[in-house]
């Protein structure tokens, strides 16, 4: 059990760290707390006898461990009230009534992926409870196109997609086709009537029904294996723990491993989770700050993925606010 003074020290260290990224001194909490040097010094080596420090080889100062920061988290942290800035940003995008679920949730993640500099994932497919509207195509040149999708929510997905020796009006037909039969279809099902609706007929109508059905095939089934959105990975550049060439390149294999991400939505608690360091599964410098939301038949799992030294108190109120709204 610490100490009061202990606590305070403790909480200051993580605190300056998170902001400045440099080992902290006696004397900056010496100042802060009034007391000498010297029994911060003995305070602070009671903390890294305990596990709750570290010293770096660069400086005199300490560094929170992994442990202290979860000793922080669990303990001695206050939530930091939301900024009217931050606030008034992500109400704009809750505000906007054009937006589909969907929309508002990658959109909100973004805002919040630039204001904190860390990277944010949604994960959790909706694609069941979307039904197909309608698809178009738009001609990039004669061999590639953008291929649209829109939802009756209002969802809209785009893909491109290259062909080879395929007329634009065969392209249409096939279009025509997939809109006449299929629309109204769950997009989870598509792949399905693709396969045994749609295929056959394809085939009486067009010559290279072959290369158009799997080019369809493939754009439906990305969209209804979407389970995993994450934006902002390159945030972790402007971070100083990761400027080690072969540290970034483990960190980003790892944000681009699906399985990997979606193991952080494995337990059933819909309260805020934070996993530090050698918990986050990612990467010992790494933190993940999670929580679940519901919104009728819609659910899934808000994450904030940055370095062990995040803005614990500030991210948590974000995460906070967004389910909050979500789910409203």
Known sequence: MLTDRQNKILKLIVEHYIKLAKPVGSNLISKTLKCSSATVRNEMMSLENAGLLEKTHTSSGRIPSEKGYRYYVDNLMELKKMSGEDMLKLQIVFHNQQLALSDVITKSLQVISDMTNYATVVLGSTSHENLLKQIEVVPIDDASMIVIIVTDKGHVEHKNIKLQDVSLEE??????????????????????????EIKPIIGKYVKQHEQLYNAFYHVFNDFTNQEVNIVGRNKFLNQPEFSNVDKIKSVFNKLEDKELLQNIEEDSDNNIKVYIGKESNIDDDVTVIKTKFKNGNEEGTLAIIGPKRMEYDRVVSMLEYMKENIER
């Not at 086709?177 to 099902?189: F, M, R, V």
């Open 171 to 196: 392209v249409k037909k096939t279009v025509g086709l997939i809109n006449n039969l299929i629309a109204g279809t769950p997009i989870d099902e598509i792949s399905t009537k693709l396969e045994y």
